[in-house]
């Protein structure tokens, strides 16, 4: 496995607990996937260049997160990275998943893909809109969070997307008045939504066409669920 503590990576051994390999970057890693490829590659985002002097805790936070970078997860090799496309975003903006042969990475203000092996830029979205990226689910497949609208009444999105393409399959509009929405599962598709409050209290499972799944064909009970209280920590 692979752990990250400020600008470096280190390769866990599973059989004995040992380190196998340390990946030191210019500054703290700032977004991760935690998917690994079958072939043991994972992603990882970081600044490309080291902060001024300064805390390690207010380092991460100013640091602009504008790297993206792919390593083999058992000999620590990094295999490539680039710089991401369209402007830095900060460490807590900046969201990286992998899908089917494709790396993506959001910024709050642009979003890209990568093919996994070689780097190469599959499309990217830095154009200005009223809607924005705001973070993917990836693994089996690959789904969006999208914010429109003013920040202080957003409307969300939730879309699923062809990951080497861009192009939306479908687009769940999800209920006005909700403050705020995590992506709990790319396959299948559930959602925790902050109905009514600040923290998540319901999951919601959609279907494969993007449509609120009303009742669990094994046991008829509702797929729209609240939360227990102690979930949400």
């Known amino acids: 496995m692979a752990k990250g503590i400020a600008d470096v990576v280190k390769g866990i051994r599973l059989k004995d607990s040992e380190e196998g390999w340390q990946l030191r970057f210019p500054g703290p890693v700032c ?7 079958v072939d043991g590659r994972t992603a990882i985002a970081f600044p490309g260049e080291r902060p001024e002097k300064g ?4 380092a991460a936070l100013v640091a602009p997160c504008d790297r993206i970078a792919v390593f083999d997860i058992d000999t ?3 295999l490539w990275d680039k710089k991401l496309l369209g402007p830095s975003g900060s460490a807590m903006s900046v969201n990286v998943t992998m899908t089917r042969g494709a790396v993506l990475a959001t910024t709050g203000q642009a979003s890209v ?4 092996t070689s780097g190469e830029c599959l499309w ?3 154009a200005s809109s009223n809607c924005t990226d705001m973070g993917f689910a990836g693994g089996r497949s690959l789904i969006a969070l999208v914010q429109c609208g003013d920040s202080a009444d957003p409307v969300f999105r939730v879309r699923k997307v062809a990951p080497r393409a861009g192009r939306p399959v479908w687009t769940y509009k999800v209920a006005d008045g909700i403050k705020g929405v995590h992506l709990a599962s790319s396959s299948p598709p559930v959602i925790a939504v902050a109905a009514g409050e600040v923290r998540s209290t ?3 499972t959609l279907s494969d066409r993007g449509k609120a799944a009303g009742h669990d064909p094994s046991g008829g009970r509702p ?3 609240r939360l227990r209280r102690g979930l949400q920590r």
Do not use: N, P
Not at 113 to 116: L, R, V
């Open 31 to 37: 977004a991760v996937t935690r998917h690994v490829s």
């Open 55 to 58: 805390g390690k805790e207010e």
């Open 76 to 78: 620590g090799r990094k």
């Open 113 to 116: 893909a990568y093919d996994m």
């Open 124 to 126: 990217a979205d830095t």
């Open 202 to 204: 319901t999951l919601i």
């Open 223 to 225: 797929l729209r669920t």
